[in-house]
């Protein structure tokens, strides 16, 4: 049995009704050595309730309960500083993880010691199916490797990591939504090297949230990836890599448009109108000389000299290929 140590953040808002599978999925691992840190976001529901009688049942479980609501990155963090153990993993309250996932991850880190970061296979779980993740065929990522291979989501971002590496780069909370995912990348990036497990981290799909829904969070996508160059910029990283993180940047931007394009309308007037001045804003950021050409050239990625050119550009595109429907 391994002595090793493994604390898992679970941040909680209002997710009564799915809090016990995601806890009993913790309890039950064939690794036992855990500290299950669970973080309340001020929920408003029972949630906070069901954790304190967990945290009676089983030393394992800890509960910090915040008083007030700042979204699942600042909640995380606020785990992660009583991080104990010699890796860190995340469970979102609405899922769970297959019951040997931990120790097929910490088997990878204890069979290779230039090991940073464990991917665990991911499986989707809509209403009437499931299906996993599916990533190119790897044993072992460099970081860089990893790094990019996480730009446009190739390998996802569900893992665990060593502590030392997650303090050294704690969640990025600049934003309620998609700003954690700056995290993944430079944990990829700062890593010698990235394998994968067998174990699974069963992901429950919701309709309503923020990345299938019409919410104008999805404009924290610009902000998000904003944050990511600032720390970028801050390590000094070469040329090449702000040249992905920038094209990135761009793709992320004619995305948006596209989300604009077609669902403006379903947004309140005042969200639609902040959504398309953030597309200009950002618009006006794009360095063109970081840009690949070969992925920046075509029509409709192209940045175009004037908002008013791009925007034209962007309608004509999404347009036609709304004709064709190939809009998303």
């Given amino acids: 049995m ?5 604390s898992v953040l679970v941040a909680v808002y209002n997710a009564e009704m799915w809090l016990s599978r995601c806890l009993d999925s913790l309890l039950a691992q064939t690794h036992h050595d855990l500290q299950i840190l669970c973080i309340d976001d001020a929920s408003t529901d029972g949630s906070l309730a069901l954790l304190r009688r967990y945290q009676q049942q089983d030393e394992r479980v800890q509960v910090i309960a ?53 991917l665990f296979d991911v499986d989707y779980v809509y209403p009437q199916h499931s299906e996993l993740y599916t990533m190119p065929p790897f044993a072992s990522l460099t970081g860089q490797e990893a790094f ?34 700056n995290t993944t990348r430079l944990h990829f990036l700062a890593s010698r ?8 981290y069963h992901y429950l799909q919701h309709a309503a949230s923020v990345t299938h829904a019409s919410d104008v969070r999805r404009f924290d996508f610009l902000r998000a990836n904003e944050s990511m160059k600032r720390q970028l910029e801050a390590l000094q990283m070469g040329t090449d890599v702000m040249r992905l993180w920038e094209t990135q940047r761009m793709l992320t931007l004619v ?26 804003r950002v618009w006006g950021t794009i360095q063109p000389s970081l840009l690949d050409p070969v992925r920046t050239r075509k029509f409709g990625y192209r ?16 347009t036609l290929r709304g004709w064709l429907g190939k809009n998303r």
């Fill in 255 to 280: 995305d948006l448009c596209m989300f604009y394009h077609c669902h403006s309308r379903e947004l309140p007037p005042a969200d639609a109108a902040y959504g398309l001045s953030e597309l200009r």
């Fill in 193 to 200: 090297r990235v394998r994968r497990c067998q174990g699974v």
């Fill in 148 to 181: 990019r291979l996480s730009l446009d989501w190739t390998i996802h971002g569900v893992y665990m990591v060593r502590l030392a590496l997650h303090q050294r780069y704690p969640y990025d909370d600049t934003c309620r939504s998609f700003s954690d995912d």
């Fill in 66 to 118: 915040l008083s007030e609501n700042h979204g699942q990155a600042y909640a995380r963090n606020q785990g992660l500083l009583q991080a104990n153990g010699d890796y860190v993993c995340f469970l979102d309250a609405d899922d769970w993880y297959s019951p040997d996932a931990l120790e097929q991850a910490v088997c990878v880190f204890e069979q290779y010691d230039d090991t940073d970061c464990v």
């Fill in 2 to 6: 391994s002595s090793t140590k493994v």
């Fill in 303 to 318: 940045l175009m000299p004037t908002w008013t050119l791009f925007r034209l550009q962007e309608w004509l595109y999404f």
